[in-house]
């Protein structure tokens, strides 16, 4: 990960930006159910089913990377149920933390075509392939999201320095 910027995002800091996307969407309308992407898009799933009144929230479970850091081959661990499906796929909303490159989102807009997809935060080669985001991030940022770090005493900058 060396030559890249770091953008640490606080719980507060994803909350107000999945709640901004939620505010989006609800302009759009006519959801009935949500596709959240395992595991990132769980997080904003469950803030957007809560906002936009959504009692219906599947996952479709993918796997893009692995040591949490190192992205790997794209596998899908589970598709969409036939519940979901049998929606009317422009009724279904797939919901992710993060569209980076773009592969998982190509994947997903194999299985649910006609889905509305939306990413909290999306990176430039991955955004053609959502409908709606909240934060443009540059590609060679990585993102820490909230579940993947902890509080822990940082040394003074004059400290660190000596």
Request: contains cysteine; aromatic residues 8%.
């Amino acid at each position: 990960m060396e030559n890249r910027k770091i953008l640490a995002l606080s719980w507060d800091a994803f909350h107000a930006d999945t709640r901004a996307l939620a505010g989006r969407l609800a302009n759009r309308g006519g959801f009935s159910a949500i596709a959240a992407v395992t595991r990132g898009g769980l997080f904003p799933a469950g803030v957007i089913a809560r906002e936009l009144g959504i009692r219906v929230v599947d996952t479709v479970c993918v796997a893009s990377y692995h040591e949490e850091t190192e992205r790997g081959e794209l596998a899908v661990l589970k598709p969409p149920s036939p519940e979901l499906t049998a929606r009317p796929s422009s009724e279904v909303l797939i919901i992710d933390d993060l569209v980076d490159t773009g592969a998982t989102a190509k994947l997903l807009r194999e299985m649910l075509p006609q889905a509305y997809f939306a990413t909290v935060y999306a990176k430039p080669q991955g955004l053609p392939l959502v409908d709606a985001f909240v934060r443009e991030v540059a590609q060679d940022t990585w993102i820490y999201f909230p579940w993947d770090t902890g509080l822990s005493f940082q040394a003074p900058i004059a400290k660190a320095k000596s």
